[in-house]
């Protein structure tokens, strides 16, 4: 009786445990704006981790997380590993992005259908309003090439003169910042309304 309890309990962890890493992989395909499906999607990935993060994770270790390669035995992946991803993907480490998706709305995937603003598509000069719970505002003007300089924030970690980059925005969405420049420091990541997503709009002068 206690022998099928324990039993039960450890699948209950496993089974857990195996979502955890399946939400992780999701969030970083949106991140990467793109599915891990073939060598060449593993090669990129491994590359754009490595540029936001400056760690590395082998393009092997990120297809046996994602199941394209088996493993010969099973193992949970390395923390290294996990820890890269959830930084990747703008956390402090995988408990972090693990405690905050517990959270989160449970849907392992779903259509955008929320309005959404390729960056590309606007003109150099365009200013922006972007806010996100709880009481989050940044003014941001983009610069080109995917990069926007923060011009005006209030009760957030960014800091007026921040350089970032990011491809897109999308109403109640959050907001995946790459290549963050914030107070002369190496370029990182970054996550706008993680929990409720961002609102913009284009401000006319």
């Known amino acids: 009786m206690c022998y099928n309890i324990l039993l039960l309990s450890c699948t209950y962890t496993i089974d857990i445990m195996e979502n955890e890493y399946k939400n992780l992989c ?21 590359v754009c981790v490595e540029q936001i993060t400056h760690r590395h ?11 394209y390669i088996s493993n010969e ?7 290294y590993t996990i820890d890269t991803l959830a930084q990747y993907v703008g956390y402090k480490n995988y408990d972090d992005f693990a405690q905050t ?3 989160a709305n ?5 259509f955008i259908t929320s309005p959404t603003l390729n960056v590309p598509n606007i003109s150099i000069g365009t200013h922006l309003r972007i806010t996100w719970h709880p009481d989050r505002i940044m003014m941001v003007r983009y610069e080109g090439d995917n990069t926007f300089i923060v011009e005006k924030v209030e009760n957030s970690k960014l800091m007026v003169g921040d350089c970032f980059c990011c491809d897109q925005l999308t109403q ?13 420091n190496k370029p990182t990541g970054y996550v706008c309304g993680r929990l409720g997503g961002i609102r913009y709009n284009i401000i006319n002068d």
Request: aromatic share 10%; no cysteine.
């Open 26 to 46: 999701q969030a970083v395909e949106h991140r990467a704006d793109r599915k891990m499906q073939t060598p060449r999607d593993f090669d990129f990935l491994s």
């Open 57 to 67: 994770i082998g393009v092997n270790t990120l297809k046996r997380l994602w199941g």
């Open 73 to 79: 035995k099973t193992s949970t992946p390395r923390q």
């Open 101 to 103: 998706s517990i959270y």
């Open 106 to 110: 449970d849907v392992d995937s779903d």
């Open 172 to 184: 109640n969405e959050p907001l995946f910042l790459y290549n963050l420049i914030h107070d002369g």
